[in-house]
């Protein structure tokens, strides 16, 4: 049962993963009618007003998200990091599985080597520009679909990007495994849509100005 502690509602775990589980199941019902219809439906909503999570429900999510316990230093600096906020919590947890810095064994995660000072981006842009310059191959195509909007469909990425089919598919695949975006359909008529709005922002922010241009059908500067 849920019991108050200085005026804060205390969940259980299993509540706090259902509280996770709702959300996520929420968002991608509708980011599938956004993909399927261009906007989302005009449909009955709830709001659903949720308080940021106490640092045990951080730390409960943090080891959920890597599927095996943290070491103590790491899930500290999520905590003190994220504030609860679940995107941040999810997403910061996900740069650090991603770093190098830990290493798997049975028992849960472990560090290889000293924690750097700054190994843990302070921001959830930070944290998603990380994980995106970790995926320097297909950092571009990342931009280019960004330049595109919120949403693109293959053909026109296809056109833009002036990949070959097997390069473009993989690269799209690996931003698809890192949950990066959601694919509505298969190519050639797959549609693509950046799982959040803030996923989309931080490539688009961080891209060279020649990508901008080529996706948007500006004049090329000079250099690019």
Same mark, same amino acid.
């Given at each position: 049962?849920?019991?108050?502690?200085?005026?804060?509602?205390?969940?259980?775990?299993?509540?706090?993963?259902?509280?996770?589980?709702?959300?996520?199941?929420?968002?991608?019902?509708?980011?599938?009618?956004?993909?399927?219809?261009?906007?989302?439906?005009?449909?009955?909503?709830?709001?659903?007003?949720?308080?940021?999570?106490?640092?045990?429900?951080?730390?409960?999510?943090?080891?959920?998200?890597?599927?095996?316990?943290?070491?103590?230093?790491?899930?500290?600096?999520?905590?003190?990091?994220?504030?609860?906020?679940?995107?941040?919590?999810?997403?910061?947890?996900?740069?650090?599985?991603?770093?190098?810095?830990?290493?798997?064994?049975?028992?849960?995660?472990?560090?290889?080597?000293?924690?750097?000072?700054?190994?843990?981006?302070?921001?959830?842009?930070?944290?998603?520009?990380?994980?995106?310059?970790?995926? %320097?191959?297909?950092? *571009?195509? &990342?931009?280019?679909? =960004?330049?595109?909007?919120? $949403?693109?469909?293959?053909? /026109?990425? #296809?056109?833009? %990007?002036?990949?070959? *089919?097997? &390069?473009?598919?993989? =690269?799209?695949?690996?931003? $698809?495994?890192?949950?990066? /975006?959601? #694919?509505?359909?298969?190519?050639?008529?797959?549609?693509?849509?950046?799982?959040?709005?803030?996923?989309?922002?931080?490539?688009?922010?961080?891209?060279?100005?020649?990508?901008?241009?080529?996706?948007?059908?500006?004049?090329?500067?000079?250099?690019?």
């Amino acid at each position: 049962m849920a019991s108050a502690a200085n005026g804060k509602l205390s969940l259980p775990t299993s509540a706090v993963l259902k509280r996770r589980a709702l959300i996520s199941s929420l968002i991608s019902r509708a980011s599938g009618f956004a993909v399927a219809n261009g906007s989302v439906p005009s449909i009955p909503v709830t709001n659903i007003a949720l308080d940021r999570l106490a640092p045990a429900e951080v730390e409960t999510l943090a080891e959920h998200v890597a599927g095996r316990p943290l070491p103590p230093e790491v899930t500290a600096q999520i905590v003190a990091k994220t504030d609860g906020v679940p995107l941040f919590v999810e997403e910061l947890t996900k740069t650090v599985l991603e770093s190098g810095l830990l290493i798997e064994r049975p028992r849960g995660w472990h560090l290889d080597g000293p924690l750097p000072p700054f190994a843990i981006p302070a921001t959830l842009q930070d944290s998603l520009a990380a994980r995106l310059d970790r995926l %320097a191959p297909v950092k *571009e195509i &990342a931009q280019i679909g =960004a330049a595109i909007g919120r $949403e693109f469909s293959y053909p /026109l990425l #296809r056109a833009v %990007a002036g990949r070959d *089919e097997p &390069a473009l598919r993989a =690269a799209l695949a690996q931003l $698809e495994e890192a949950e990066l /975006l959601f #694919r509505s359909g298969m190519p050639p008529d797959a549609r693509y849509t950046f799982k959040r709005a803030l996923v989309q922002d931080t490539p688009f922010a961080i891209q060279p100005a020649c990508l901008g241009n080529r996706s948007s059908r500006r004049p090329t500067p000079p250099g690019c």
